[in-house]
């Protein structure tokens, strides 16, 4: 994700330091509505907290390298 990270851990070492380091890239999907970025989590508690209150911050950070990024899909390890 380029400088992605480095752009989140700036912003709010704590939430980085609690929340990121544990997802993993999956890959990449593309379809009619853009392209995914697809990330692991370690739990499906971790992939709903990621989701519901840091997704669109990623998204941003995502985007701030990566302009063809529509979207950050976060998914829990048995999902797969």
């Known amino acids: 994700m380029g400088d992605g990270p480095a ?19 999956r890959g990449r999907e593309t379809g009619p509505d853009g392209d995914k970025l697809i990330l692991l989590a370690p739990s499906r508690f971790h992939a709903d907290y990621v989701d519901t209150h840091i997704r669109t911050r990623l998204l941003y950070a995502c985007q701030s390298v990566d302009k063809t990024v529509d979207e950050v899909v976060i998914r829990h390890q048995r999902g797969r």
């Open 7 to 25: 752009f989140l851990h700036d912003e709010d070492q704590t939430l980085f330091n609690a929340w990121f380091p544990a997802l993993s890239r």
